[in-house]
């Protein structure tokens, strides 16, 4: 875990260096439709995946550490055919959403859709392949790509392409989808040479399970990138792409709060699925304490800087961006909600419990869809953040009643969390962890 957040605080970091670089060498309109572009592609792009990511990260660990190299290898070649074919649809409904919202030729010209649909399928392969190194037990280097290069990549891109006088919409966009090529390739790579040369296997019971998982999990990840981000593609459809600049650029900031929570549960979504296998009940509630320790001691104070001073980094982006500094107070308090919460949502992930899971970000999504646009009527920006903070905190709290009554369960501040041995433990555990980072023994 603590490997894994200080990649995500240079990950964040980056990402910050990167959309400031964009927000101050480009127009606000224009960097307003650099950002609803690439929010369209993260929120279509792991679709892509049709939930066999979900289901890599699942049965590609047990594979692994069963012994069976092949299974896994026949998953991974399942879920990139699947990429290749749920691309096409993909890309329609990508057209669709900018007609929609912005109007294709005048709003948003076509050369923008194209690159985005470029990007869909690259985006899919860099969130199987994440996955698949997380399955394959090397966590860090699966959010490499995600983390740092995402940013990294098309940053040094965007600071070239300005330094020679090219920089445009058009060309940071294909800045940022040239990144996703380079990171498939290197993940591609890795995972090759782990594995080793070993032949596909996919036997038809396999299959069952994987699409068992997998189907009711896309609409699960379709449902949780919307909510993720569909505040933002409502603000610039009934807005315009000023106000969902300021309203993404406060959105990103506020999700720093968060950072260590995900981090959290990525750690432990592996653990999960092993644990529950093997029904081991009390090292899953030991693993939901340490979780919830480390997630609230985290991101409290995170929380407490952002509201308190987070107009110093709006201001980085511009004078203008610091009238959002209200949406960024309003969502980061909704974000304290999942910091309480802590890493549920990894538990009914790894747990069978799609069904549940899904039917809950169903009511989020129609709920963010109706009060969102409610906000803005009654009260502009600030209001669809009010919508957008209610979602949140309703759908964590549906979360922790969902794992204490099918699992028994308990989540968040009512698990133990600050029982004074588990604290001794978990502190003495993560300095121990920081100082081996720190200061690696040569072999």
């Known amino acids: 875990m603590v490997a894994v957040t200080f990649m995500k605080v240079a990950g964040t970091a980056l990402w910050l260096l990167y959309t400031v670089l964009l927000a101050r060498l480009l127009s ?40 069976r190299p092949g299974a896994l290898l026949g998953l991974l070649g399942e879920a990139r ?11 329609l409904l990508v057209a669709m959403v900018f007609e929609a919202a912005l109007g294709l030729g005048t709003g948003v010209p076509w050369s923008v859709v194209a690159i985005v649909a470029l990007g869909l399928a690259l985006y899919g392969t860099m969130d199987l392949h994440r996955e698949t190194l997380r399955a394959l ?13 995402r940013s990294l990549i098309p940053g040094v891109t965007a600071a070239a392409l300005a330094a020679g006088g090219w920089l445009s919409v058009e060309s940071a966009l294909a ?9 498939a390739a290197i993940d591609s790579w890795r995972i090759g040479r782990l594995v080793g040369d070993v032949v596909p296997i996919r ?39 000023r106000a969902a600049a300021i309203y993404l650029t406060a959105q990103r900031l506020a ?40 997630s609230f001691a985290s991101g409290m104070p995170i929380a407490l800087a952002i509201a308190g001073g987070g107009w110093l980094l709006l201001g ?83 979360y922790l009643v969902i794992a204490r009554r099918r699992l028994r ?19 003495e555990e993560a300095l121990q962890r920081a100082a081996l980072l720190l200061w690696k023994p040569r072999p």
């Open 81 to 91: 055919r699947t990429i290749a074919l749920a691309s096409v649809p993909a890309v």
């Open 203 to 241: 036997q038809r019971d396999d299959r069952t399970d994987w699409y068992r998982i997998a189907r009711p999990m896309v609409l699960a990840e379709a449902l949780g990138y919307w909510i993720a981000r569909g505040d933002v593609v409502l603000v610039g459809a009934l807005l315009d792409l």
């Open 316 to 398: 980085l982006y511009g004078p203008e961006f610091q009238s959002g500094w209200a949406v960024l107070v309003i969502l980061t308090l909704g974000q304290t909600t999942t910091v309480l919460a802590g890493s549920v949502s990894a538990v009914l992930r790894m747990t069978g419990l799609e069904r549940p899971l899904t039917a809950v970000q169903a009511a989020s999504a129609v709920g963010l869809s109706a009060t969102v646009p409610v906000g803005i009527l009654l009260g502009g920006v600030e209001g669809a953040a009010i919508g957008a903070a209610l979602v949140t905190a309703g759908s964590n709290l549906a």
């Open 409 to 427: 369960l308990r989540c968040g501040p009512g698990s133990g969390m600050f029982a004074p041995a588990l604290v001794r433990s978990v502190v």
């Open 137 to 149: 037990d090397r966590v860090l280097a699966g959010f490499l790509g995600f983390n740092i290069l």
């Open 175 to 183: 800045g940022f989808v040239g990144g996703l090529a380079v990171i």
């Open 28 to 67: 606000a309109d224009e960097y307003g439709l650099v950002m609803y572009a690439v929010t369209v592609l993260t929120i279509a792009g792991p679709l892509t995946c049709f939930g066999l990511n979900s289901a890599m990260l699942r049965y590609g660990s047990i594979y692994w550490h069963q012994g």
């Open 255 to 294: 999700v720093l709060v968060t950072f260590v929570v995900d981090a959290v549960r990525l750690t432990l979504e592996p653990m999960v699925a092993r644990r529950y296998a093997d029904r081991d009940h009390r090292g899953l509630q030991d693993l939901m304490a340490r979780g919830s320790l480390v």
